[in-house]
């Protein structure tokens, strides 16, 4: 028997605390961990290329011509008004609007030292849509992916940010006009489903190649197999490289499987034993859920279909142990009939149903070998860490939604800008240190780098904490590192970045 001990936060998404452990050091590591620097891959990497699209684009500004000349009354029937929290308009607003990519550029140390350990590139990941959308609703998670890095190498640092040149980014390039369907963000109304139509229109007449995928590589980056990818759950991941002059260059679709609607987690986890990569997939129809895992030089081993989810559901993380890998399954739920409809976004919200974590071990041939336990009311987005204690306990630490009925509904409010970062003791579940940013300064998703590198003799706490951090009355952002280990956090430098970072979601950092 496996007891499986559940340590969550009953807090809203936002005000997750970072937890460094005071702990055993776990033997599995998360994609935060401190690479090698990344070189272009070997691999063969699918180049994106791009055709003419003129026929769709000219059917598409004839349609909306027409939308232009009908009575407002009916107007509003084809394309009904947005809430805020769908309206690209209200979500695409303040330190979420877009910026436009910036080639390398110096950055001053305006506090504090640079640590002379550290070497190398940290790079995040977020949304940032590269046309504006009217009458579309269109979630953070829609937005196509950009990458702001910051290079530290002998004292200097260089700061860029590039679009992810996905196949979706590059088809709207060209077309300057939405190409892509905003599936997750969901239809609202007739004229949402007109506009599928036409793009429907055009995957039959050549324009748009689904085998080509549809993703924009928004949410996180991760780095295996020697390569360094971006990566979105509705896609497969795109192989980035950090060029020696600081820049940053997408080097293509990585196609480790050729078939229609292939994708993967934006959150693979690597086994620092045996440098494994496991990962998983998502589909609408049956198997929902298919468990993979690729070896150290990046070849896809044999999969496992979860048969036992019954229905497609939002699942975008998991863990890994020693032995085993686990998944949460929530009360978010797939709906595509509700977007198929006009009728909302393609995540729906099931009452009635009880989320459940399943375990099973990591070379399993099938999945009667998984073990699925009930856990009423919990609903976890992102999973913080798992371990083994011993042979027959496992422990799991997850953040929990708390109000994951309104999820969407809250991106404006809450998602995904922090207020400060705090350190917990998971031994005794006490504070030991926290430091908050000021007033109306808020950062992203913090990340711990080590000291040393990819040392296994230090504390585990023995290192910097780092983050980009806006000012939304000055509207000016920075980068700040933070020691891990002290007692408040304290600053160990502040970099001013040369404009305006917006806020965005997962990072890590690449070292030399």
């Not at 980056?221 to 940053?248: G, H, M, R, V, W």
């Not at 509904?409 to 207020?419: A, H, I, Q």
Request: include cysteine; charged fraction near 20%; proline fraction near 6%.
């Amino acid at each position: 028997m496996i007891l499986v001990r559940i340590y969550c936060n009953n807090i809203p998404v936002s005000h997750i605390p970072t937890k460094l452990k005071k702990l055993a050091r776990p033997i599995i590591s998360s994609n935060n961990s401190t690479p090698s620097f990344q070189t272009k891959p070997k691999t063969k990497i699918i180049t994106n290329k791009t055709t003419n699209y003129s026929l769709p684009l000219s059917a598409c500004s004839s349609f909306f011509s027409t939308l232009a000349s009908i009575p407002h009354v009916l107007y509003n029937i084809l394309d009904p008004p947005l809430h805020p929290w769908l309206d690209p308009t209200h979500v695409y607003a303040g330190n979420l609007a877009p910026v436009d990519e910036m080639e390398p550029t110096d950055c001053p140390v305006i506090e504090g030292k640079l640590p002379v350990s550290l070497k190398g590139v940290y790079i995040r990941n977020g949304p940032n849509p590269q046309l504006r959308v009217i009458h579309r609703a269109l979630l953070l998670f829609d937005g196509d992916g950009m990458l702001h890095s910051l290079r530290f190498s002998d004292g200097h640092t260089t700061y860029c940010c590039r679009h992810v040149k996905t196949y979706k980014y590059l088809l709207e390039r060209e077309a300057d006009f939405p190409v892509v369907p905003n599936v997750f963000s969901g239809f609202f109304g007739f004229g949402d489903i007109l506009r599928f139509l036409m793009a429907t229109r055009r995957i039959v007449t050549g324009h748009f190649n689904l085998m080509n995928g549809f993703g924009v590589a928004n949410t996180g980056l991760a780095f295996f197999a020697n390569k360094l990818f971006a990566l979105c759950e509705s896609d497969l991941p795109y192989a980035i490289d950090l060029t020696q002059i600081s820049d940053i260059e997408t080097l293509g679709r990585w196609e480790f499987e050729k078939k229609l609607m292939s994708n993967m987690t934006a959150h693979p986890k690597v086994d620092l034993d045996t440098k494994e990569t496991f990962a998983f997939s998502w589909s609408l129809t049956f198997p929902h859920l298919t468990f993979f895992r690729f070896n150290e030089n990046g070849v896809k081993q044999k999969q496992v279909a979860i048969s036992s989810i019954k229905q497609p559901c939002f699942i975008h993380d998991f863990a890994i142990t020693k032995r085993f890998a686990i998944f949460h399954e929530t009360q978010l739920v797939y709906s595509i009939g509700k977007v198929m409809t006009g009728r909302g976004t393609l995540v729906d919200y099931e009452q009635n149903k009880i989320p459940r974590i399943g375990i099973i071990p990591k070379y399993a041939m099938n999945d009667s070998e998984m073990k699925w336990f009930q856990v009423p009311r919990f609903n976890t987005i992102h999973i913080i860490n798992a371990w083994e204690n011993g042979d027959d306990e496992i422990v799991f630490v997850a953040s929990n939604i708390v109000s994951v009925d309104n999820i969407f509904k809250r991106v404006l409010e809450e998602v995904p800008k922090m207020s400060g970062v705090v350190k917990i003791d998971l031994e005794t579940g006490q504070e030991v240190a926290k430091r908050f940013y000021g007033p109306n300064c808020f950062g992203g998703e913090p990340l711990f780098v080590r000291r040393d590198g990819e040392s296994n003799n230090s504390d585990e706490d023995d290192g910097y904490v780092m983050t980009y951090v806006h000012d939304e009355k000055a509207n000016e952002s920075k980068f700040i590192i933070m020691d891990a280990k002290s007692s408040e956090l304290e600053i160990v430098a502040v970099i001013e970045v040369p404009r305006r970072v917006p806020y965005g979601f997962h990072g890590l950092f690449v070292s030399n």
